[in-house]
């Protein structure tokens, strides 16, 4: 499964617009990801155009495993009852 969405973030670039659509939030966010907030990195998980006046183009996949991974973070505050339960349910698979 990682080894498709591996060989899909080569190909899937998009422009800002449909970008964000298909990530569920506003074009405005998703650039102040990129130019603010610093959670989209240039030349990994956005590129400009070819030309001065192209739009922004947006790998999506890339750009989704980023803001999952920061909303994770956001929404998991640390505590040692989490902590607990996340090592308890590790530890079950073995």
Do not use: F
Not at 10 to 16: A, C, V, Y
Not at 38 to 44: A, C, I, K, P, Q
């Amino acid at each position: 499964m990682v080894t498709a969405m591996t060989t899909s973030t080569e190909t899937r670039w998009l422009p800002t617009g449909q970008a964000a659509r298909e990530l569920g939030i506003s074009p405005d966010s998703l650039k102040r990801y990129a130019d603010r907030d610093e959670v989209l990195v240039l030349g990994e998980h956005w590129r400009h155009g070819v030309h001065s006046n192209s739009p922004r183009v947006w790998n999506l996949p890339l750009c989704l495993q980023a803001l999952n991974r920061r909303g994770r973070l956001q929404r998991r505050q640390p505590s040692p009852l989490r902590i607990a339960a996340a090592s308890g349910s590790d530890s079950s698979h073995s």
